[in-house]
């Protein structure tokens, strides 16, 4: 397959990169991130971006945009042009071609007051990013065709080039949420599901197996790689100014049977891939 891998830079566009280029080939690309080899587009860019996604991909992968939550609640229009304007310029660069696009949504499009979500349930978001993230999805289903939407929730493990999750163990101390709980993704689970699913169209999810705080998840990778980092137990009305925040997201699948593996097998794997 020929790929093209929009923030291919990034915390996931890295693991994808990684893992994708063993078997396909991938262009993938950067803004301000400095990575050889990756191809520099600024998504606001239009005409660059649609004449690059305009070269005969088999398959776009839209990874890049505003991720974070505190940064995208401050600078809406921003969001808004990297998340949702970005998608409306790919449809039409590919409009006609037989490329497909495949994007990379979240599940902060819900509010997180239910046990678990699938694919129907009604969209609730709670902060800006959630809101882009549902707008973009609301662009490319909107479009005739057979275009994916794949929702993720939080995704850990270790990332090529940045490295933003195991960041968090960086400093001597790190807060962890008690009362949120989440079914995070494995990073190296996801390009194996996404080659799996690709050939679907409309809005799929991809979840976790196990279902855990994130004070949980924090402690069991901080023990299992042995960091000396203190997890620290909070709660998320401690910190009432960052943006609001779904206080239990598990995604699950009406269509498939697919969910990442449990903690206790990507720790193993982590384990594994450290002493390499
Ligand atoms: N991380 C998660 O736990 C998670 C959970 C659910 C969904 N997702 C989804 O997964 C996707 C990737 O998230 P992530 O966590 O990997 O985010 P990230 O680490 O912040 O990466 C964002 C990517 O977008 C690129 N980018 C930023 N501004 C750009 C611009 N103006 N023009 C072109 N590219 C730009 C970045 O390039 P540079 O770094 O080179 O500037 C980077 O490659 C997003 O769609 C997000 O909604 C992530």
Redesign the pocket.
């Known amino acids: 397959m020929r790929v093209l891998l ?10 994808l990169y990684r893992d994708l280029s063993a078997r396909h080939d991938v262009v993938g ?7 050889p080899g ?1 191809v ?6 239009e005409w660059g971006l649609r004449e690059l996604a305009g070269q005969g991909f088999d398959l776009v992968v ?7 939550l505190a940064a995208a609640e401050a600078d809406p229009a ?1 969001a808004q ?3 949702v304007r ?1 998608v409306e310029v790919l449809l039409s660069a590919v409009r006609g071609t037989g490329t497909k696009l495949l ?6 499009v819900f509010d997180g007051t239910r046990e678990f979500y699938v694919e129907p349930d009604l969209r609730a978001p709670l902060n800006v ?1 959630g809101r882009t ?1 549902c707008a973009a999805e609301d662009v490319l289903l909107e479009a005739a065709g057979e275009h994916l939407v794949v ?6 493990g270790r ?1 090529p ?2 490295d ?2 195991m960041a968090r163990f960086a400093a001597p101390t790190t807060p962890a949420q008690v009362d949120v709980v989440c079914a ?2 494995y990073l190296p689970s996801l390009a194996p599901a996404l080659e799996r699913l690709w050939d679907a169209s409309g809005v799929l999810h991809y979840g976790g197996a196990e279902v855990v705080t994130r004070f949980a998840l924090m402690s069991r990778i901080r023990d299992a790689l042995r960091l000396p980092t203190r997890v620290i137990p909070a709660r998320a009305a401690d910190a009432p100014a960052t943006p609001r925040r779904p206080a239990r997201l598990v995604l699950r699948s009406l269509h498939h049977g697919l969910l990442g593996p449990d903690l206790e097998t990507a720790l193993a794997d982590m384990r594994r891939g450290e002493r390499h």
């Open positions: 929009l923030g291919a830079s990034g915390y996931v566009g890295g693991g690309t950067r803004a301000a991130r400095c990575v990756l520099r587009l600024d998504l606001r860019d839209h990874a890049a945009g505003l991720v974070d921003l042009a990297l998340n970005s994007l990379l949504s979240s599940d902060n990013y993230k929702r993720i929730p939080l995704v850990y990332s080039f940045s933003r999750f995070p993704v």
